[in-house]
């Protein structure tokens, strides 16, 4: 897992563009094993800090549900987008960052090039088979020089990669499970997106995907 790699992004006969500096995806990276032990670790999450769906600044609920772990969690409300220190239904801290999630971020920052990324917080993304996510950016936290590291979990999804502003051309590619995704420098203000999950692809079997078909994790220094 020395160097990412993006075999297949586009089709056997589709000329495969580069993936944009800073994008480091590594297909794979995690086995059924190491998937399905994050899965134990995310079931204990829910059940201290239960999914719920944050509403947006104009009044409408996220299409997703969410909880986070780590010493602080995302969220929205009538004000907005933020970084909080508890659940904002149960208004206890969030649980603890897993020690191998930690690790899966250790291992792909440093392969990056990055020392001393200790990330602060874990976004946990849950997905129904009609979840989706609209294009934006990730700009909440207050020093862009960290990455954010991503893995996704269950059924794959589409993702759509943008630039720097609205709109500027996107690419589409699909993020599978066991995938982990680093998003660094030049493409870590990047607009994406998820365009839709492709629910019949969820080829794990785990008591914490029951509700969900797909969990995306993201670990973010957000102070
Ligand atoms: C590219 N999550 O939680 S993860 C998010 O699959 C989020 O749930 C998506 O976007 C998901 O904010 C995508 C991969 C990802 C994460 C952050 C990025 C890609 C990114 C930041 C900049 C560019
Ligand atoms: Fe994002």
Redesign the pocket.
């Known amino acids: 897992m020395a160097r990412p790699h993006h075999p297949d992004l586009f089709g056997p006969d589709a000329p495969a563009p580069p993936l944009p500096n800073g994008?480091g995806l590594w297909r794979g990276a995690l086995d059924r094993l190491d998937q399905l032990a994050l899965l134990d670790d995310i079931r204990e999450i829910l059940t201290l800090a239960p999914a719920y769906r944050p509403t947006m600044r104009n009044g409408t609920a996220m299409v997703?549900h969410l909880t986070n772990c780590g010493p602080l969690g995302?969220t929205s409300d009538r004000q907005g987008y933020r970084y909080v220190d508890r659940h904002p239904l149960t208004d206890r801290p969030w649980p603890a960052i897993p020690r191998r999630l930690l690790a899966v971020a250790d291992t792909f920052t440093r392969a990056l090039g990055v020392v001393g990324y200790e990330p602060d917080a874990c976004?946990v993304?849950l997905?129904a088979a009609d979840g989706r996510?609209s294009l934006?950016?990730?700009y909440d936290e207050v020093d862009f020089k960290w990455p954010?590291v991503?893995v996704?979990l269950g059924a794959s999804?589409r993702?759509v990669?943008g630039g720097l502003s609205r709109k500027d051309p996107t690419m589409r590619f699909d993020?599978h499970s066991g995938d982990v995704?680093c998003?660094h420098g030049e493409?870590?203000?990047?607009?994406?997106?998820?365009a839709k999950v492709d629910a019949g692809t969820n080829a794990l079997s785990h008591p914490a995907l029951d509700p969900w078909v797909?969990i995306?994790l993201?670990l973010r220094r957000a102070r």
């Open positions: 994008f997703n995302w976004l993304n997905y996510l934006h950016q990730d954010i991503s996704s999804c993702f990669l993020l995704v998003l493409s870590r203000k990047r607009f994406h997106g998820v797909r995306n993201t």
